[in-house]
């Protein structure tokens, strides 16, 4: 069945009849190209489906066997081994060996990158295996080798110092010409191992304006336009030639405090300050997707470490008065509350590189001044927020963090609150904040694999975090796309690893 | 027409040259070492962690934390006292070495190269479009003041300059993309992507050269010259040919000149909204993610084609005008 599906797509692509066969699929997201590098780029080359990583994930966002069809945990975790799918060439012909694979790992674990999470000894062949040595058991391994900047590329991509020079990768295209920042062009390798895509070519364009993306989606200069800003996507859904999707992501726009403020040390006021918050009217009025309101940092797509919490009992203003009040804090003549003759008045820093943002803080300002809070917001660069916490000037910080970096939310997690219960934080995470009972339970997540376990630790983490509000939830991410109606089979990947543009197919 | 003027005047068009030229090369040397350096003064006098700046511009916010930094920091040495970063610049500049990008770690003068070629087809292609549309225009008004013809452009020419090019482009693509759906929205690659984003800044330029073209013709127009170039039985046809574009041409030409401000300005947003490869939108992202010497070289490329461009309009302006070889 599979060789009949393949021989009757490959038919379709060759049939000379289906003009739109002949051109490329246009795809465009806002996602500028660095270069060559899976550190600094890999995603753009992970979703057009140039390079490959050891594991995928399947549909319900599990791990999944990619070039490893299989890996094993020795008895004292401390060693993986990684098994390489037989047959596979990379774009230059060459063959993928456990020496390629190691190296290629190795050079991802030489920059800055999702392997840093690992506590890595060492990286060797073993005949037609790789065998990853551990510091400590570390459960988690498997899950950091699907991210992007573990994608597994041919010797002959690095040059002098692990530079990257070429993207040479094993994915079902391959890189035609590449033009940073905007533009890379891919066409169907014909020695892929997996099954072959029915279309021929593809082009990504990376466009930074939210208005050009939409313009260029209703024009028909774009087959599939990623990451539509909420004004446009009413205008497009009424377009005849296209259709939208959407589809929630692991990512969650949060707010952190900084539990070392003498206004925020506090967890009482930290809830306050998230009681104050309309969830509904933001998701609704600003974001335009009623169901993005986030009472909890963890959506329904994360399974066991969702809650089912409910998103109106999130907001109580009376409630949030009242716990300021046990604080101490006093109504004051502008209608600034007041404690020791000082005004309630923190900064919050956030960033424009996710246009939502700046939008949401200045929802988030208006909210809490009916508290008695007065808020200045800071719109800067991403950077200001790691930079700040490391500093300590940090009062507030409004980011979208990305819960789904990899399969298991756990790889963020111990990123962002650790699991030294004397160290604990993160650059996007819990700031001045101490939970032993929280550093433990992520410390035995990180080490055990017993499913049940697991899900155990994760509804605990997760009912801790929602109590202490070391971060803050607001709302869950949409990713939303338009596409043209020339285009079939399409779908969003929830964890933005793929763009899935080897399932598509032109309409006939 | 040289022959109507006195012998003194029918120098050779290479007589007076050097004059010209001397002054903008000497300009030039001075433009690359104040944009360098007064960039360099400013990326420094930014606020925020320059380290932490690049690591989000290389590896995304979803990966920019410390370590990232650190390893950035480390990298680059960017802990190395201003003054020395600020030298070994200028003796690298001496030497015509632009350094590596620190995002990408590609050559400046690659990338540069690159985008400056995107940037000046499109700039060539806006000035070309905005000379088919403005002058003629201007001086068919200008022959005819307070006509039909002037009252209407005189309009139209206000409202294209007072629209910000953002507006004006927005309106292009609406109109012809996705209502006619005559042309691309935005994208680079094929000749019809030029199209609009070259409109959009040509209508702004033409907007104001046709009224400098009108302006200019019309006081032709009233010049005894041209008042005796009719008496002594020329036609008006020879008459224009003969007496009226020279004359009308220098302020034209002169004029493109100040206008060039309006073309880098506006390359920088036009390249934006259409998502052109070109130097302007290469600044704006090597600001935000603080790439100093992506700034200083894409500054630097700006302020030295300012020169450029200034002193075609002189060596055109000298073409054009024997008057002015005497000097």
């Known amino acids: 069945m599979p060789r009949l599906s393949r021989s009757l797509l490959l038919g379709l692509a060759l049939l000379p009849l289906s003009a739109a066969a002949d051109r490329p699929l246009n795809v465009v997201a806002p996602w500028e190209i660095t270069g060559a590098d899976p550190s600094t780029s890999g995603y753009v080359y992970a979703r057009m489906r140039v390079a490959e990583t050891l594991v995928d994930t399947d549909d319900a966002g599990q791990?999944?066997?990619?070039?490893?069809?299989?890996?094993?945990?020795?008895?004292?975790?401390?060693?993986?081994?990684?098994t390489l799918r037989d047959d596979v060439t990379f774009h230059d012909g060459s063959p993928l060996t456990a020496e390629a694979v190691a190296a290629s790992l190795e050079h991802a674990l030489a920059k800055p990158g999702m392997l840093d999470a690992a506590p890595i000894d060492a990286i060797r062949a073993d005949g037609d295996a790789v065998v990853i040595e551990l510091e400590s058991a570390f459960a988690l391994l498997p899950a950091l080798l699907s991210h992007s900047s573990t994608l597994i590329l041919a010797p002959d991509a690095y040059a002098e110092a692990g530079r990257v020079e070429r993207m040479i990768g094993t994915g079902p295209y391959r890189v035609e010409t590449l033009a940073p920042p905007q533009r890379l062009s891919v066409a169907r390798f014909d020695d892929y191992w997996g099954e072959a895509p029915a279309i021929d070519s593809a082009s990504y364009l990376a466009v930074g304006r939210g208005e050009t993306r939409a313009l260029m989606a209703e024009s028909g200069d774009a087959d599939v336009v990623f990451t539509l800003d909420p004004a446009s996507r009413a205008r497009l859904g009424r377009s005849a030639n296209l259709t939208l999707h959407a589809e929630p992501l692991p990512r969650t726009i949060v707010f952190k405090a900084n539990a070392e403020h003498p206004y925020l040390d506090d967890p009482r006021a930290r809830r306050a300050l998230s009681l104050a918050v309309d969830r509904e009217g933001i998701a609704t009025g600003l974001l335009r997707h009623p169901e993005a309101a986030a009472p909890e940092l963890f959506p329904a797509a994360l399974g066991p470490w969702h809650l089912g919490l409910?998103?109106?009992?999130?907001r109580d203003l009376a409630q949030a008065r009242e716990l300021l009040d046990e604080l101490g804090w006093e109504m004051g003549s502008k209608g600034i509350l007041e404690r020791d003759g000082e005004p309630f008045r923190l900064t919050l820093r956030t960033f424009s590189d996710?246009?939502?943002?700046?939008?949401?803080?200045?929802?988030?300002?208006?909210?809490?001044?009916?508290?008695?809070?007065?808020?200045?917001v800071a719109v800067g660069n991403s950077s200001e927020i790691p930079s700040g916490h490391r500093d300590g000037s940090l009062e507030l910080?409004?980011?979208?963090?990305?819960?789904?970096?990899?399969?298991?939310?756990?790889?963020?997690?111990?990123?962002?609150?650790?699991?030294?219960?004397?160290d604990m934080g993160g650059d996007w995470g819990a700031m001045g904040w101490r939970d032993a009972d929280l550093a433990g339970w992520l410390d035995t997540l990180r080490q055990d694999a017993d499913p049940d376990t697991r899900t155990e630790l994760a509804q605990r983490v997760a009912s801790r975090l929602n109590e202490a509000m070391p971060v803050v939830p607001i709302a869950w991410y949409q990713q939303t796309a338009a596409v043209s109606t020339a285009v079939e089979g399409f779908s969003i990947d929830p964890l933005e690893r793929s763009y899935r543009i080897d399932e598509l197919r032109w309409a006939e | 027409m040289s022959r109507a003027l006195s012998p003194s005047a029918t120098r050779r068009w290479t007589s007076g040259l050097g004059g010209v030229l001397a002054p903008r090369l000497f300009q030039a040397g001075l433009v690359a070492w104040m944009v360098g350096t007064l960039t360099f003064v400013l990326t420094r006098a930014l606020p925020g962690d320059m380290a932490y700046r690049i690591a989000a511009g290389r590896y995304g916010d979803d990966m920019v934390n410390t370590h990232a930094a650190e390893a950035v920091r480390a990298e680059l040495a960017l802990d190395q006292p201003a003054l020395n970063a600020y030298f070994g610049w200028l003796w690298d500049l001496m030497n015509f070495d632009l350094g590596r990008s620190l995002v990408s770690g590609e050559p400046v003068m690659r990338e540069l190269g690159h985008q400056l070629g995107h940037s000046l087809g499109l700039a060539l292609a806006a000035v070309l479009l905005s000379l088919l549309i403005g002058p003629p225009l201007g001086l068919a008004a200008g022959l005819r003041p307070k006509g039909a013809l002037d009252r209407i452009s005189e309009v139209v020419a206000s409202v294209l300059r007072a629209l910000p090019p953002f507006a004006v482009g927005l309106v292009l693509v609406l109109v012809f993309s996705v209502t006619l759906g005559w042309l691309p929205a935005a994208g680079h690659g094929r000749t019809a992507h030029t199209i609009l984003p070259a409109l959009t800044l040509a209508l702004a330029l033409a907007a104001v050269s046709s009224r400098v073209a009108r302006n200019a013709m019309a006081d032709v127009a009233q010049a005894p010259y041209y008042a005796f170039s009719r008496t002594k039985g020329l036609g008006e046809r020879l008459s224009f040919l003969r007496h009226g574009l020279r004359n009308a041409a220098v302020p034209v030409v002169a004029y493109l000149g100040v206008q060039l401000v309006y073309l880098i300005e506006g390359v920088v947003v036009v390249e934006t909204l259409f998502a052109w490869p070109g130097i302007g939108h290469a600044l704006v992202h090597a600001i935000v993610a603080r790439d100093v010497p992506?700034?200083?070289?894409?500054?630097?490329?700006m302020g030295l084609l300012f020169v450029v461009l200034n002193t075609l309009v002189d060596l055109v302006c000298h073409l054009l005008d024997p008057r002015r070889r005497t000097a």
């Open chain 1, 397 to 422: 910080g409004l980011m979208a963090r990305n819960y789904g970096l990899v399969p298991d939310p756990l790889g963020t997690l111990i990123e962002d609150f650790g699991t030294d219960p004397d």
């Open chain 1, 310 to 314: 409910d998103a109106a009992a999130a």
């Open chain 2, 294 to 301: 992506m700034i200083q070289g894409t500054a630097l490329v």
């Open chain 1, 63 to 82: 791990p999944a066997p990619g070039l490893a069809t299989a890996w094993e945990q020795s008895e004292d975790g401390r060693r993986w081994r990684f």
């Open chain 1, 354 to 376: 996710r246009p939502e943002l700046p939008l949401v803080a200045t929802a988030l300002q208006d909210q809490w001044r009916e508290l008695g809070v007065e808020l200045d």
